[in-house]
């Protein structure tokens, strides 16, 4: 089983008036330092602040009546978690959302302030997980995970449409990498409507999961580490259903960067772009300022969110943090 061009088509139809049209600017800074149009996806913009509203808004309206009736659960450091909020409370239905204590304090709020039930369990997402499995089991809740599931990954991929809508002639487009949700999403939407355009994911180095699972040929599990990009933290799942194989056929290649790299891309959307950006957010700059990947023609970023602790970011900025451990010096 795979989500193909048609389901990403079927999701736009869904979604369609519940999650914004996001623009995608030409930067004239990145274009003059890589000497080709460099575009910005200002999915940052997107309502909750984050892409994640795409899948989750697909999913929970796909959903029958009685799974409605039931109410939907998911781990999530963060963005997810925020989606799913919002997108269930939009329909009226119940929402638990289960996270790890490496969630930052700003996304945590954002989660409690639109209704849902929050837990906090363990210091990892897989921890998160068991919570989840729990409540499945014992009180009949809906799992919706946040990348490896059909409806989750058509939802994401329709931001793909949009930008091949929107840069039709775009050689290469740079996707924020984690759980692969989006990145699968993203390039089954456009390897169906342009094979030759090249989509490659970016990671921080820090807990690279999908990078070391493509490396190894299975999903494997990596320790996972503070880094500046936190949205980008957790394993794929060992047991992974869809997005390890997606990645793997569809991904052109993948690229690590740095947490001294993800701050410059921070800043660098800050000061040049004069765009708020989370970690995860940046790596599409933070990779083409440093060099990786070396692109040819017209290239898209996404900046795929924006849910950045403000404390944070101002010493991003100001060049006094380049890690995420620098937070609570
Ligand atoms: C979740 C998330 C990602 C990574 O998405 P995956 O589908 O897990 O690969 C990237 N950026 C932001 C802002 C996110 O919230």
Do not use: W
Request: net charge negative; charged share 20%.
């Amino acid at each position: 089983m795979t989500v193909e061009l048609k389901h990403i088509r079927a999701a736009r139809e869904r979604i369609a008036g519940k999650v914004e049209r996001t623009a995608t600017v030409l930067s004239q800074s990145l274009s003059d330092r890589t000497g080709g149009p460099v575009y910005l996806k200002l999915e940052h913009h997107q309502t909750t602040g984050a892409f994640k509203l795409r899948g989750a808004s697909n999913a929970i309206a796909a959903l029958s009546a009685d799974e409605k009736s039931r109410g939907v659960v998911a781990a999530s450091t963060g963005n997810h978690g925020r989606a799913l909020a919002h997108a269930a409370k939009l329909e009226g239905i119940r929402a638990v959302i289960c996270m790890s204590k490496l969630v930052s304090e700003n996304k945590l709020d954002a989660i409690r302030r639109l209704g849902a039930d929050v837990r906090i369990v363990g210091n990892s997402q897989d921890d998160a997980q068991q919570e989840v499995d729990r409540l499945v089991a014992e009180e009949g809740l809906v799992m919706l995970p946040p990348f490896d599931h059909p409806d989750i990954i058509a939802g994401q991929g329709t931001l793909g449409l949009e930008i091949m809508e929107q840069v039709p002639d775009a050689a290469a487009v740079l996707v924020p990498l984690s759980g692969g949700g989006l990145a699968a999403g993203v390039a089954a939407a456009i390897k169906g409507v342009s094979p030759n355009t090249k989509v490659i994911g970016i990671s921080m180095a820090r807990g690279a999961a999908m990078k070391a699972s493509l490396d190894a040929g299975r999903p494997v599990q990596v320790e996972e580490l503070p880094t500046l990009a936190d949205s980008l933290g957790g394993g794929i799942g060992l047991d992974n259903q869809l997005t390890f194989a997606m990645c793997r056929d569809l991904l052109d290649d993948v690229v690590l960067l740095a947490e001294d790299e993800i701050a410059a891309g921070i800043r660098h959307a800050y000061g040049q772009e004069r765009e708020i950006v989370e970690g995860a957010g940046a790596v599409g700059i933070g990779a083409l300022l440093a060099g990786k990947p070396s692109t040819n023609g017209p290239t898209v970023l996404i900046l795929s969110g924006r849910n950045i602790d403000m404390a944070l970011h101002r010493r991003i900025v100001c060049g006094e943090a380049a890690t995420a451990t620098e937070r609570v010096a």
